[in-house]
């Protein structure tokens, strides 16, 4: 069945480091990747995606490239400000697409500090 | 539009009690999901629904669980009796085929004594 893993976290930046969030995953198909973020009490907001091998999503300075050959969709930021603290989600699609399930990493919480 | 519509979005009940949740999903999606979410165990599907039909509910953790979607704008998951180890966040998401996204609403934070 699908799968997808994320780094362990929480992880701790200062304002203006570099972000990197790994994530890879198995999946049977060509599934659409996502990255999903959760602000403290909030629901999860769609962050970026990318739909084929080679896409790149990016939103708000966050960027993802689908690599099919690594099975991999690690999203970066080259500069995190204290806003962007939040929980991180990477989703895959099954077949169906948005009328399918969703299967989520575990999430990885990203705390910046000033 | 207003998004996702959820509630209550907070529920303190005692254990044995029923729990209905609500949800309004984006007007013109066609598919609506049910996530429940805890520390645990993370986010798991408990169930969805495409055009108003359950397609998969090999979520749901139990009989005391059930979900309906009378009709295209309207869905309730309802716990009955509820116990203490239901208690987390349920999410309820509507799916757009036309962006290819669920869009999730903000979620009803229940907690069963």
């Known amino acids: 069945g699908n799968s997808v893993t994320q780094m362990e976290g929480p992880v701790t930046l200062s304002e203006e480091a570099f972000l990197t969030i790994n994530c890879t995953y198995t999946a049977t198909g060509y599934p659409s990747l996502f990255w999903y973020v959760q602000y403290p009490g909030e629901g999860l907001q769609l962050l970026l995606k990318a739909t084929k091998a080679d896409d790149k999503g990016s939103n708000k300075g966050f960027e993802a490239t689908y690599r099919k050959e690594t099975t991999s969709f690690h999203l970066e930021k080259g500069s995190v400000q204290v806003s962007d603290s939040a929980v991180y989600f990477c989703?895959?699609?099954?077949?169906?697409?948005?009328?399918?399930?969703?299967?989520f990493g575990k999430g990885i919480t990203l705390s910046v500090r000033p | 539009d207003a998004g996702v519509i959820q509630s209550p979005r907070h529920e303190v009940t005692e254990m044995g009690q029923e729990v209905t949740l609500r949800c309004k999903p984006i007007s013109g999606h066609n598919s609506l999901f049910w996530y429940r979410q805890t520390m645990m165990r993370g986010l798991e599907l408990l169930i969805y629904?495409?055009?108003?039909?359950?397609?998969?509910d090999s979520g749901m953790p139990e009989d005391r669980f059930s979900a309906k979607m009378p009709n295209a704008s309207f869905s309730t998951l309802k716990i009955q009796p509820s116990e203490p180890r239901d208690s987390a966040v349920y999410f309820c998401?509507?799916?757009?085929?036309?962006?290819?996204?669920?869009?999730f609403g903000p979620g009803t934070r229940l907690t069963v004594l």
């Open positions: 989703a895959l699609s099954g077949p169906g697409g948005a009328n399918s399930k969703l299967t």
């Open positions: 629904f495409n055009n108003n039909v359950p397609i998969d």
């Open positions: 998401a509507s799916g757009d085929r036309v962006s290819d996204t669920q869009y």
